[in-house]
């Protein structure tokens, strides 16, 4: 920060691009995952994983493809147990 060169702006919606350092390895540890597959499941039945937890730092509209398509893998995981 240079001093005197502060400055307010109004603004109605800031989105804040700070970069992304990988996944939270500590919440795959406390429930278990150790593998993540290309379904977007894990090695936890109970755990799916997408955009950039699964894949790695990337584009947002990847991360709104998974998120899609994590929810379908979800949506048929859900018809299975119900079926059972």
């Known amino acids: 920060p240079i001093e ?3 400055e307010v702006i109004k603004a109605d919606l800031v989105l804040l691009a700070m970069g992304f350092t ?3 390895t500590s919440l ?6 150790q593998s993540v597959y290309d379904d977007y499941s894990t ?3 109970q755990v799916f994983v ?7 730092p990337s584009l ?14 979800i949506d048929q995981e ?3 147990m119900v079926a059972q």
Do not use: C, P
Not at 28 to 33: A, K, L, R, Y
Not at 50 to 56: E, L, N, Q, T
Not at 61 to 73: D, N, V
């Open 4 to 6: 005197g060169t502060e």
């Open 22 to 24: 990988g996944a939270e």
């Open 28 to 33: 795959f540890e406390q429930f278990g995952v």
């Open 43 to 45: 090695n936890n039945n």
């Open 50 to 56: 997408a955009g950039d937890a699964r894949r790695g």
């Open 60 to 73: 947002v509209i990847w991360g709104i493809r998974e998120g899609r398509k994590t929810a379908e893998k």
């Open 78 to 80: 859900l018809r299975v």
